[in-house]
């Protein structure tokens, strides 16, 4: 019932900056948690940074912590990540996900994902 598009991916130097977008179906999106995970041919999908249904509250990855930011317009039904000062180790398909009222990020835990986007960063 609900779907997910992703956009905003493509190719940056490091040290640049990008921003995604992830807009969904439905009247229920302020429901639903939502996550951003990634994934490489070389390594599994791994979770990049989340934001709670219930009060907004924002978590990510180590890996991103201080460069990445997730938000979510619930007027809008849209959920973003800015991602700043990117770095090559960052190249990958960028996939929103939703969980229906779970505030954990656990890959099978996710109901609904996007297609995903692809963020190239080159050195």
């Known amino acids: 019932q609900v779907q997910l598009v992703e956009s905003g991916g493509g190719?940056?130097?490091?040290g640049g900056s990008l921003s995604l977008s992830c807009a969904a179906s439905g009247r229920t999106f302020s429901t639903y948690s939502m996550g951003w995970f990634r994934q490489t041919p070389e390594k599994e999908r791994e979770f990049?940074?989340?934001i709670t249904w219930t009060d907004g509250s924002t978590y990510h990855a180590d890996s991103v912590t201080g460069r990445f930011t997730i938000s979510r317009d619930n007027a809008k039904n849209t959920v973003y990540l800015q991602m700043n000062?990117?770095?090559?180790?960052d190249t990958a398909v960028y996939y929103c996900a939703?969980?229906?009222?779970r505030n954990n990020w656990s890959l099978r835990g996710m109901d609904y994902w996007g297609k995903g986007t692809l963020v190239?960063?080159?050195s």
Not at 85 to 89: A, D, N, Q, T
Request: avoid cysteine; glycine fraction near 6%.
């Open 11 to 14: 190719s940056v130097q490091a």
């Open 48 to 50: 990049v940074s989340g």
């Open 85 to 89: 000062s990117l770095k090559p180790e």
């Open 98 to 101: 939703a969980a229906y009222r």
């Open 120 to 122: 190239t960063v080159s």
